[in-house]
């Protein structure tokens, strides 16, 4: 079919038609993996679940499907929903955490992310439940966004809805009727490239394929694409519709793992999805020489069949297959996991393992895996999470490894990476982590603090400025972006970049250059970007108060720090490093930490993460006279850890409200007595339900 003969009535087919369509196509690709996710629509009714869902709920998906969500959420909680899915429906997206009750009367705390309107009046809901980690610790991908649209057959845009909308940056009204060509990065023989993806779509009925992608302002995203098209009952081709879903984190981690070592193993056709295995186990059939290297095997090791590969557990196994499936239209690989392996000399080393599905029948598939960050060390004993790179950071947790393993990716790169996480976490430590790693570590890391400084001096302390700029300004000063020349500018709280200066930062980050204040003369540089924040800024974008454009320009790599009650394991080696380091200093000899003590820290949420641990074992330091850590125990309020009905935002609720009572209900003390902004204890306390008269 050619454009002249796409008409009006041509056209509306496709709307009416297409749209049943992608909503099939979205079901089939949304609801194959094991992740909770549920489509509402406007007046918050189920109107479909995952199987994922219907596990985290405790119920069949028939159970929930035409239910409100009102019904599955804690009673206390029920009131904050109309208020929450009012502004969701304004904004068009949210993240929050949801209180649900399960089908046995327990309630937990579970994590959502809320995509707008991604089909017409259909609304996505990912759901993730913060008490469990993940199989083999590790969490599933959660795939944000879904771009949704339809095209003639001659490739212009007839359709275009809210999740395309996000994720390119395009409004209905720029896109529409223009030639989808231009969603292509232009690295791509674009016209060619484009004819072949749609003729193999209209031969084949569907096609998938995995290549970059052109935003809006000029970034390119990993696109996750899949093609289907459409007929009329008289078989004429009548347009396409498509599903494209942003894959650049998973597309950087498969390039790290492409790079290194590689076999093939073939699973024996008994295997059940259960992991039960009667008969022949799972086997190599092809190992490259990275791979014999790095366990310690050789090649006539491997042809008298010496070589092994570990057996997947249940879970795995119902991860791979559950994947399979969908990635078998991707033709792609699945989520990397984690798993242990024995060397030929009896060491043990940790794995990151990516698998792409050959067939199912039998089950054939590739494996590419790498060794993780500090899996040999850890087995040692040692409570560095990694070598001389991550000195200063302390831990061994699965939680903290994968933070590492994402800093040994982007690292050797230019990107620019944005660091998440509450306050506390140790942002600034990823940061000097990255500079360390990469080719700029022997030239300047310069530091910014964006919420010391005042408002007023933000933009001179960033860009400069020039003799008599202003008043006060008797000599020409240089910013932190010229200290940062051919190194790394870390802004640290850049959510607290006034809306006014913000395009001024998004220029020099687009142009690498930038003007002094009072300045005419532009000045190049060539500075790798690190941010971080603990504000929630696609909030603040809904509120206005941070420009979208600056976020996805900053949010190139982003890395999310694990707050320290979601990885309580590592508590132990920190306690023992802040003990050795603080009495070293105070000249003092304090080295054992009583059992109780340890169970106490163990159990406490640490609303102040390690910064707030950290100062409480400089202060159980200065008050232990002996060889024994004396911990203030009180201030943890004992009797709260150890009650085992108590939950972690009860004791942290109890806490607050202590320290709030202990210093006359003045906000700024509390907050420097807890560790914490101000800024972020308001938003503790309004998450928690703490009101003026509960201190």
């Given amino acids: 079919m050619h ?13 009416d038609n297409g749209l049943k369509q992608l909503e099939l196509l979205f079901q089939a690709i949304v609801f194959q993996p094991a992740e909770p996710i549920l489509i509402a629509d406007n007046d918050r009714n189920y109107r479909d679940a995952s199987c994922g869902a219907g596990k985290l709920f405790g119920l069949p998906r028939n159970k929930i499907i035409g239910r409100r969500i009102d019904d599955f959420a804690e009673p206390s909680f029920r009131p904050q929903i109309d208020r929450l899915w009012r502004a969701f429906l304004e904004q068009g997206e949210q993240q929050g955490m949801f209180r649900l009750v399960g089908s046995d009367g327990s309630v937990r705390e579970v994590e959502y992310t809320a995509k707008g309107s991604v089909l017409p009046v259909r609304h996505v809901l990912a759901l993730r439940d913060k008490s469990k980690r993940a199989w083999g610790g590790e969490d599933p991908a959660w795939v944000n966004d879904y771009a949704l649209y339809l095209f003639d057959p001659d490739g212009r845009v007839v359709a275009w809805y809210s999740g395309a ?49 052109l935003k809006k302002d000029g970034t390119r995203f990993w696109a996750n694409v899949l093609t289907m098209a ?20 998973r597309h950087s981690a498969q390039e790290k793992l492409r790079c290194g070592h590689v076999l ?37 090791d491997f042809v008298a069949g010496r070589l092994y590969w570990p057996d997947l557990t249940p879970a795995e196994y119902l991860h791979l297959d559950a994947e399979a499936h969908e990635e078998g239209l991707r033709y792609g690989a699945c989520t990397p996991f984690e798993k242990e392996y024995i060397r030929k000399d009896g060491t043990r080393v940790g794995l990151l393992v990516a698998v792409a599905v050959l067939n199912l029948s039998p089950f054939r598939w590739i494996t590419i895996v790498q060794t993780l960050t500090g899996g040999a060390a850890a087995e040692q004993g040692d409570s560095q999470a990694g070598g001389e790179n991550f000195v200063e950071i302390v ?3 699965a939680a903290l490894r994968r933070v590492l393993g994402q800093v040994e990716t982007v690292a050797p790169t230019d990107a620019t990476v944005l660091i998440l996480g509450e306050t506390g976490t140790g942002k600034e430590l990823i940061a000097r982590a990255i500079h360390r790693m990469s080719p700029r570590s022997n030239l300047p890391f310069v530091t910014l603090n964006c919420a010391a400084i005042p408002t007023g001096l933000l933009e001179s302390e960033l860009f400069g400025y020039e003799r008599g700029a202003f008043t006060g300004a008797l000599s020409q000063k240089v910013g932190r972006f010229e200290m940062a020349h051919r190194g790394t500018l870390f802004l640290d709280e ?114 102040g993460n390690v910064r707030e641990l950290e100062n409480f074992i400089e202060r159980s330091v200065i008050l232990s006279p002996g060889s024994t ?28 409200i202590r320290v709030l009572q202990e210093t006359g209900g003045v906000i700024s003390v509390a907050a420097t007595r807890l560790g914490v902004p101000r800024t972020t204890l308001n938003a503790m306390m309004q998450k928690l339900g703490i009101s003026r008269k509960d201190f």
Avoid: C
Avoid at 3 to 15: E, T
Avoid at 230 to 249: I, K, P, T
Avoid at 644 to 651: P, Q, S, V, Y
């Fill in 494 to 607: 850049v959510g607290d970049i006034p809306l006014e200066l913000q395009p001024k930062l998004l220029r020099a980050l687009q142009e690498k250059a930038f003007e002094r204040l009072g300045g005419t003369k532009t000045i190049p540089i060539d500075v790798r970007l690190v941010a971080a924040t603990n504000r929630n800024l696609t909030q603040m974008m809904g509120d206005k108060l941070f420009r979208s454009d600056l976020y996805y320009r900053l949010k190139v790599f982003p890395i999310t720090i694990p707050p320290l009650r979601d990885h309580s394991e590592d508590i132990p080696a920190l306690a023992e490093h802040f003990t050795r380091e603080y009495a070293r200093k105070m000249g003092k000899q304090v080295a054992a930490i009583p059992s109780e003590t340890m169970r106490a820290l163990v159990s406490w949420p640490w609303p």
């Fill in 264 to 300: 093939r193993i073939e699973r024996a056709e008994e295997s059940t999805i259960a992991g039960v295995v009667s008969g022949e186990f799972d086997r190599i059939t092809e190992a490259n020489d990275a791979f014999l290297q790095m366990v310690g095997y050789t090649r006539e």
């Fill in 230 to 249: 459409l007929r009329a009952e008289s078989g004429e081709l009548q347009g396409f519709a498509r599903v494209v879903r942003d894959f650049s984190n």
């Fill in 629 to 656: 850590l004396h911990a203030p125990l009180a201030e943890l309020r004992a009797d709260g850890v150890e009650t085992a009905g108590g939950t972690l935002a009860e004791m942290e609720r109890e806490y607050i």
């Fill in 395 to 397: 831990g061994r947790s």
């Fill in 3 to 15: 454009s002249a003969d796409y008409g009006p009535q041509s056209r509306q087919w496709l709307l």
């Fill in 165 to 213: 909308e996000r994720i390119y940056g395009y409004q209905d009204k720029e896109i529409a009727g223009q030639p989808i060509s231009r969603l292509y990065s232009n690295e791509d023989a674009v016209g060619v490239k484009l004819q072949e993806e749609l003729k193999k779509a209209a031969a084949q009925g569907h096609f998938g394929n995995e290549r970059w992608h």
